[in-house]
T-cell receptor, first 115, second 108 residues
């Protein structure tokens, strides 16, 4: 158990719809990162938030957006869903982005299927 | 660009040692990591090594780093059925880049 939870566990959406995925980080962890893991692939970095501000972004379009709240919860929003957005979405929390070892604790993920 | 390469599959007999290999391209990586993912679960950080180290041992796990060749390996001693999982190598510079994972299969 990492103390990081995600909801929902599974979700089915239709192409063109919008989706919000949620994550609850460990208390005291001010950093949350979101990853997309397509089937048979490693996780790909979407973006990171530190103290409610975006602190880095991977190669994902602007229709992927996020929010982080003071209560250690966060959201990943995806607009205009495409079939290729079908994947496992993982959030990971850490104390801050500059901790030398940058130990991240992952949630179990949300499996998103776009039809 | 940044890239992390791993072989996709490894089969090992129970009780033997498993060695999972990884190569990376970013010479400015500060930390290198090994994560474990079991079916239906998120990633679990197993161990990490700072880029100026050659070796790190943690119980049954041994990490070897050859910085010149940009090669990282994870050795699991006395492999058990519970070690069956996908193992991801990852490097960190300004963000973390993961490999595609190596699926470790344990033979009885």
């Amino acid at each position: 158990e990492t103390g990081v939870t995600q909801s929902p566990t599974h979700l089915i959406k239709t192409r063109g719809q919008q989706v919000t995925l949620r994550c609850s980080s460990q208390s005291g962890h001010n950093t949350v990162s979101w990853y997309q893991q397509a089937l048979g692939q490693g996780p790909q970095f979407i973006f990171q938030y530190y103290r409610e501000e975006e602190n880095g972004r991977g190669n994902f379009p602007p229709r992927f957006s996020g929010l982080q709240f003071p209560n250690y919860s966060s959201e990943l929003n995806v607009n205009a869903l495409e079939l290729d957005d079908s994947a496992l979405y993982l959030c990971a929390s850490s104390i801050d982005p500059w901790t030398a070892s940058y130990e991240q604790y992952f949630g179990p993920g949300t499996r998103l299927t776009v039809t | 660009g940044e890239d992390v390469e791993q072989s996709l599959f490894l089969s090992v007999r129970e009780g033997d040692s498993s060695v999972i290999n990884c190569t990376y391209t970013d010479s400015s990586s500060t930390y290198l990591y090994w994560y474990k993912q079991e079916p239906g679960a998120g990633l679990q950080l197993l161990t990490y090594i700072f880029s100026n180290m050659d070796m790190k041992q943690d119980q049954r796990l041994t990490v070897l780093l050859n910085k010149k060749d940009k090669h990282l390996s994870l050795r699991i001693a006395d492999t058990q059925t519970g070690d069956s999982a996908i193992y991801f190598c990852a490097e960190k510079d300004d963000k973390i880049i993961f490999g595609k994972g190596t699926r470790l299969h344990i033979l009885p």
